[in-house]
Every structure is written in structure tokens, then in C-alpha cells.
Nanobody
Framework: QVQLVESGGGLVQAGGSLRLSCAAS????????MGWYRQAPGKQRELVAT???????NYADSVKGRFTISRDNAKNTVNLQMNSLKPEDTAVYYC????????WGQGTQVSVSS
């Protein structure tokens, strides 16, 4: 069983920044893909960003140029740097890992005020 624990969420004003971290209970090098997803109230969970074992990244159009995903294999963490935050970024953010079985973290709340 793999455990993923997110941290770094909080309340920030529009235009501000937050850095989310996801700590895995095993080596993330074994994960083919790690990613961040989010779910806003009343909406479906959506992809935010992913990063492969080889370091290739993919972003939702809505966050391109503002968010950056990275992985630290030595610390078994995946990070999401979020800049120029907008109120529409408000959601619960979830870490996901394909080991290859799919695992989810418990989520961390990000709230952006206008």
C-alpha cells in the first residue's frame, strides 16, 4: 500500500503563490507518472499537471505558464509551484501516483480570494 500525503495548501489572495508538496511512502522513482489533480465544489476532478519518470511534464491549459510541477526522487516528493493564483484555482488539490497501481492522497485545500 502506497501512501501519499499532501501539504502546503491554504488561503491566498489573487496574484499570490503557494507551493504544494506530496510525500510518498515509497520511492517515487518506481512511479511511471506522478500528478496533481483538483476538484472544485460541484465540479468533477480534473487534471492539473503530470510528470513522468523521465521528467516530461504536461499541464492543463488553464494553468500553463503559472504552475510548475517537479519531482525530487531523493526526497520522494512531487511539488507543485503555483504562481499568479486566481479565484478559479480554488479547489481541493490531490496528489496521484501510478506505481503502476493508482494511488491518491487525501487532498489539500487551496482557496484564492479576489
Amino acid at each position: 500500500q502506497v501512501q501519499l500525503v499532501e501539504s502546503g495548501g491554504g488561503l491566498v489572495q489573487a496574484g499570490g503563490s503557494l507551493r504544494l508538496s506530496c510525500a510518498a511512502s515509497i520511492s517515487i522513482f518506481s512511479a511511471l507518472v506522478m500528478g496533481w489533480y483538483r476538484q472544485a465544489p460541484g465540479k468533477q476532478r480534473e487534471l492539473v499537471a503530470t510528470i513522468t519518470r523521465g521528467g516530461s511534464t504536461n499541464y492543463a491549459d488553464s494553468v500553463k505558464g503559472r504552475f510548475t510541477i517537479s519531482r525530487d526522487n531523493a526526497k520522494n516528493t512531487v511539488n507543485l509551484q503555483m504562481n499568479s493564483l486566481k479565484p478559479e484555482d480554488t479547489a481541493v488539490y490531490y496528489c496521484n501516483g501510478g506505481f503502476p497501481n493508482n494511488y491518491w492522497g487525501q487532498g489539500t485545500q487551496v482557496s484564492v480570494s479576489s
